[in-house]
């Protein structure tokens, strides 16, 4: 499952889980939209991993686990240490970068 940010408050969120993944978007970005579908339906196929879309707009506390520069930006963290981060939309590298938080 996919869980949307309703608040500024991330870091709480990934407390409780092991392994996460997170899309940094924003409502303006193109790409953004074009890869959330797609990451909601990976996330229902795989239950190891949890994750989190954040706005990096409206949720500038939440974007402090990582330096955002461009959007999408996803961000793979292991334990709370961010393991591995991916910007752009190239479905082959998104993968890849939720294979390596599934795998670790």
Known sequence: ?????????????????????????????GACKLTKPKLKRIA??????????ADAEKFPNSRSLTSIQNLPTFVGVVNGEVIAKETGSKM??????????TNH
């Open 1 to 29: 499952m996919l869980t949307e940010l309703t608040e500024d408050n991330l870091n709480e969120l990934i407390e409780g889980h092991d392994r996460v993944v997170i899309q940094y978007g924003a409502t303006w970005c």
């Open 92 to 101: 082959d590298n998104i993968n890849a970068l939720i294979d390596e938080v």
């Open 44 to 53: 229902t196929e795989n239950t190891a991993v949890k994750f989190f879309y």
